[in-house]
């Protein structure tokens, strides 16, 4: 039971994919950056229901894509020349989840008690949901360059998915980093079954080399 569940960890980048796509659909919006406190606390009392829930969503989100790293990383260090990148790769991912915690705790503070804060104390709180991206993005772009880099040292996947994750990691630490986790959250999905299923691959060769395998095909 457990190697089988052990088998599947792979595909808990297809989860983070998944979960990622309906967190964005989930999500309302939110209020500019100059809009005041007032617009802010208004905006929370209608739609701080949707806005939590999308919180959630991104939170378990990422909490699988650090589980997904962490598969990767196994799956890259079986590569010598891509073992130290693999660590790289880790780090990358458990940065950009605490990013994506703090990024989106935010908007969760505003969504779960909009009516008991002030209206400064909502337009910070707005300000710093929208525009507190860079821990998440730094996280991205080291987990996008590391990535790449080991696809590209030998990593036994396309090595236009090397390039992708290298263009993913570079977009994420500009003012378009949004799209960089589109990317990301495609990419993942992407790597995730090719990881599956190569490895599902690779554990059933030696039983088809076993003796009672080659016994059964006499």
Not at 42 to 48: I, R, S
Not at 137 to 159: D, H, K, T
Not at 200 to 211: I, K, N, V
């Amino acid at each position: 039971m457990l190697n089988r569940l052990s088998g599947l960890a792979p595909l808990t980048g297809f989860v983070f994919s998944i979960l990622a796509v309906v967190a964005f659909g989930t999500a309302q919006g939110a209020p500019s950056a100059t809009a005041s406190g007032t617009t802010v606390v208004a905006f929370y009392e209608k739609h701080g229901s949707a806005a939590e829930a999308s919180d959630y969503l991104w939170a378990f989100a990422f909490a699988f894509f650090l589980l997904f790293a962490g598969s990767l990383r196994s799956y890259l260090r079986r590569v010598a020349a891509a073992e130290a990148l693999s660590a790289t790769v880790l780090a990358g991912a458990a940065v950009a989840t605490a990013g994506a915690c703090v990024y989106f705790g935010f908007d969760f503070t505003l969504a779960s008690a909009p009516s008991h804060l002030a209206p400064a104390a909502a337009q910070a709180l707005n300000v710093l949901a929208l525009k507190l991206f860079l821990p998440l993005g730094a996280g991205c772009f080291v987990f996008g360059i590391a990535s790449g880099l080991a696809i590209l040292r030998g990593a036994q996947l396309p090595r236009w998915l090397g390039w992708l994750a290298l263009l993913i990691g570079i977009v994420s630490v500009t003012p378009a980093g949004l799209v960089g986790i589109v990317g990301l959250i495609f990419w993942s999905a992407i790597v995730s079954v090719l990881v599956w299923r190569r490895s599902r691959a690779e554990a059933q060769e030696p039983l088809a080399d076993s003796p009672s395998a080659i016994a059964t095909a006499e």
